[in-house]
């Protein structure tokens, strides 16, 4: 039998392998190309365009490329956009301070930091019942420092120190408030749970608020103390009421005046950084017209 011969395709199968791999590359290539073009020409381009633009000026010869123009613009535009931006998002923030420093009847100052793990929640809470989250803060560190288990010699629980009647007046929960401190008796509705008591007895806070037209004094002494033992016009009934609203009021004007040198402080930083974007627009601006002087209006 005569042998079969194979035709010499080599060439043809080398060639049909490596042309994938040449398209593999140009295309490759063309995406570089494409995100340098499109995520670093111009950032680049926005940031050189004053040097560019102050460059050109001293030149004799023909206007620099129109891009240089453009993105220079765009440059001046957009600082000015966040400088105008900022400003209306500052005013807010410094007019607020600005009557916390005028007046101790303004209570919209949220506390600010991590101080505690509940203090959103007591920023929310407050804002919800209108009441100074400093306040709400100072009655919790008077009352039980913090401890949502703590329990006092009166029976009042939790961390507003709650009583087991004005618990059950309040919560509309099952929670008796008489159980151990040691379990949750219904989970999240319970008058050892921290979120929950806290709750309840900023509602608490706010129904004696009422009661007593906003008098935050007289309010703080019924909740110390109870309704019966208040006498508007009076000195409170107890000694340990008294001294209670004296370091509640010591804590609360404390807490006041960290929360606004906060607020001012951070207002100050926006207010600097305001005026450094002007200063910038306006060094662009000065820029633009040297530009044009010298090439525009030549003398």
Same mark, same amino acid.
Request: contains cysteine; proline residues 5%; positive net charge.
């Given at each position: 039998?005569?042998?079969?011969?194979?035709?010499?395709?080599?060439?043809?199968?080398?060639?049909?392998?490596?042309?994938?791999?040449?398209?593999?590359?140009?295309?490759?290539?063309?995406?570089?190309?494409?995100?340098?073009?499109?995520?670093?020409?111009?950032?680049?381009?926005?940031?050189?365009?004053?040097?560019?633009?102050?460059?050109?000026?001293?030149?004799?010869?023909?206007?620099?490329?129109?891009?240089?123009?453009?993105?220079?613009?765009?440059?001046?535009?957009?600082?000015?956009?966040?400088?105008?931006?900022?400003?209306?998002?500052?005013?807010?923030?410094?007019? !607020? +301070?600005?009557?916390? &420093?005028?007046? #101790?009847?303004?209570?919209?100052?949220? $506390?600010?930091? /991590?101080?505690?793990? *509940?203090?959103?929640?007591?920023?929310?809470?407050?804002?919800?019942?209108?009441?100074?989250?400093?306040?709400?803060?100072?009655?919790?560190?008077?009352?039980?420092?913090?401890?949502?288990?703590?329990?006092?010699?009166?029976?009042?629980?939790?961390?507003?120190?709650?009583?087991?009647?004005?618990?059950?007046?309040?919560?509309?929960?099952?929670?008796?408030?008489?159980?151990?401190?040691?379990?949750?008796?219904?989970?999240?509705?319970?008058?050892?749970?921290?979120?929950?008591?806290?709750?309840?007895?900023?509602?608490?806070?706010?129904?004696?608020?009422?009661?007593?037209?906003?008098?935050?004094?007289?309010?703080?002494?019924?909740?110390?103390?109870?309704?019966?033992?208040?006498?508007?016009?009076?000195?409170?009934?107890?000694? !340990? +009421?008294?001294?209670? &609203?004296?370091? #509640?009021?010591?804590?609360?004007?404390? $807490?006041?005046? /960290?929360?606004?040198? *906060?607020?001012?402080?951070?207002?100050?930083?926006?207010?600097?950084?305001?005026?450094?974007?002007?200063?910038?627009?306006?060094?662009?601006?000065?820029?633009?017209?040297?530009?044009?002087?010298?090439?525009?209006?030549?003398?």
């Amino acid at each position: 039998m005569k042998g079969i011969t194979i035709p010499n395709t080599g060439p043809f199968i080398e060639q049909e392998f490596k042309m994938p791999e040449t398209r593999l590359s140009n295309r490759s290539r063309k995406t570089r190309q494409n995100f340098f073009q499109r995520w670093i020409v111009p950032p680049l381009k926005l940031a050189l365009s004053p040097v560019v633009m102050v460059w050109d000026s001293f030149r004799e010869k023909r206007l620099a490329d129109y891009s240089w123009l453009y993105a220079f613009f765009l440059l001046t535009s957009a600082i000015m956009c966040v400088a105008f931006l900022a400003v209306w998002i500052t005013d807010g923030p410094v007019d !607020e +301070t600005l009557k916390m &420093l005028s007046t #101790v009847k303004n209570h919209s100052m949220p $506390l600010e930091g /991590d101080i505690h793990p *509940l203090i959103n929640r007591i920023n929310q809470v407050g804002l919800e019942y209108d009441i100074d989250p400093n306040l709400i803060f100072a009655v919790i560190q008077r009352e039980s420092n913090f401890n949502s288990k703590a329990v006092s010699r009166a029976g009042a629980r939790g961390l507003m120190q709650l009583t087991p009647f004005v618990w059950k007046q309040y919560s509309g929960s099952p929670c008796t408030g008489t159980h151990s401190n040691r379990v949750l008796c219904h989970k999240s509705n319970c008058i050892y749970d921290p979120e929950a008591n806290l709750r309840v007895g900023v509602k608490y806070l706010r129904v004696l608020m009422d009661h007593y037209q906003g008098r935050v004094d007289l309010a703080l002494e019924a909740y110390n103390a109870g309704l019966a033992n208040v006498t508007p016009g009076m000195q409170p009934k107890f000694g !340990e +009421t008294r001294h209670y &609203l004296k370091k #509640v009021f010591l804590d609360w004007h404390d $807490l006041r005046k /960290d929360t606004i040198a *906060l607020k001012l402080e951070a207002a100050l930083h926006f207010r600097n950084g305001i005026k450094q974007l002007f200063g910038a627009a306006f060094i662009c601006w000065a820029i633009l017209f040297w530009w044009a002087n010298r090439k525009l209006f030549p003398n």
